[in-house]
C-alpha cells in the first residue's frame, strides 16, 4: 500500500533563517507530488507540483522553492522566512495522467516563525 | 478555474442526514466534481468524485443536477466524528492542465 512521509511534525524557526521541508512518498511509482500550505483559519493554498523528477510548477510567487532530485521525494525550502510564512504544510500525491483530482495527503508540518 | 461557493458553515445533531451544497456556476466540460474532508491538524481526506448524476460510496452520496452548476454531498446519519471540513472542489482530471484549488470549506458541527 502507499504511504506519504512529512518531516518535521512541528517546527519552530526565527524570522530569517532557512528551511527545508522533506516529502517521501512509498508505494507508487512517478506519483504527481504538490505542496499545499494552510494558515490559520484559511484553505489551503498550492505552492508548488511536480509532475516528474525536476519538474517543478510554482502557483504563486514568494520565498518558497520546491525541489524534487528524486522520483518519490519533495521537497520544500526558503532561505530566509518570514512572519508569513508560519502555516500548516501538506505534501499530498495523486497517480495517473487521468486522476489529478484525487489526491492523498501526509500528516503535515507545522510551521510556526517568530 | 471554474469557481465553487459552499456555505461556511453548518451544524447538525447527531443521527441526523447532513446535505451540503456546492455551487459551481461556470463548470466546464471536462470538470470532475470532488469532495474532500479534513479534520483539525490533519490532512485533508478524499470521499467522493462524480461527473453527473448520482455517485455513491460507503461514506457518502453525491447527487449532482443535470446542468452540473451545483452539486451535494449527502452524508447520512451522521456521528460526533463527522465533525470536519468539507471541501467542494471543480476541475479536469487530466494532467497537464491546473490542479484543483481548495477554497474554505464547509465547518461541519455534530452536536451531541
Known amino acids: 500500500s502507499q504511504t506519504i512521509h512529512q518531516w518535521p511534525a512541528t517546527l519552530v524557526q526565527p524570522v530569517g533563517s532557512p528551511l527545508s521541508l522533506e516529502c517521501t512518498v512509498e508505494g507508487t511509482s512517478n506519483p504527481n507530488l504538490y505542496w499545499y500550505r494552510q494558515a490559520a483559519g484559511r484553505g489551503l493554498q498550492l505552492l508548488f507540483y511536480s509532475v516528474g523528477i525536476g519538474q517543478i510548477s510554482s502557483e504563486v510567487p514568494q520565498n518558497l522553492s520546491a525541489s524534487r532530485p528524486q522520483d518519490r521525494q519533495f521537497i520544500l525550502s526558503s532561505k530566509k522566512l518570514l512572519l508569513s510564512d508560519s502555516g500548516f504544510y501538506l505534501c499530498?500525491?495523486?497517480?495517473?495522467?487521468?486522476?489529478?483530482?484525487?489526491?492523498?495527503f501526509g500528516p503535515g508540518t507545522r510551521l510556526t516563525v517568530l | 478555474l471554474a469557481k465553487t461557493t459552499q456555505p461556511i458553515s453548518m451544524d447538525s445533531y447527531e443521527g441526523q442526514e447532513v446535505n451540503i451544497t456546492c455551487s459551481h456556476n461556470n463548470i466546464a466540460t471536462n470538470d470532475y466534481i470532488t469532495w474532500y474532508q479534513q479534520f483539525p491538524s490533519q490532512g485533508p481526506r478524499f470521499i467522493i468524485q462524480?461527473?453527473?448524476t448520482k455517485v455513491t460510496n460507503e461514506v457518502a452520496s453525491l447527487f449532482i443536477p443535470a446542468d452540473r452548476k451545483s452539486s451535494t454531498l449527502s452524508l447520512p446519519r451522521v456521528s460526533l466524528s463527522d465533525t470536519a471540513v468539507y471541501y467542494c472542489?471543480?476541475?479536469?482530471?487530466?494532467?497537464?492542465?491546473?490542479?484543483?484549488?481548495f477554497g474554505k470549506g464547509t465547518r461541519l458541527s455534530v452536536i451531541a
Open positions: 462524480g461527473y453527473k
Open positions: 499530498a500525491w495523486s497517480v495517473g495522467e487521468n486522476n489529478w483530482n484525487e489526491q492523498f
Open positions: 472542489l471543480v476541475g479536469e482530471r487530466n494532467s497537464g492542465n491546473t490542479p484543483l484549488v
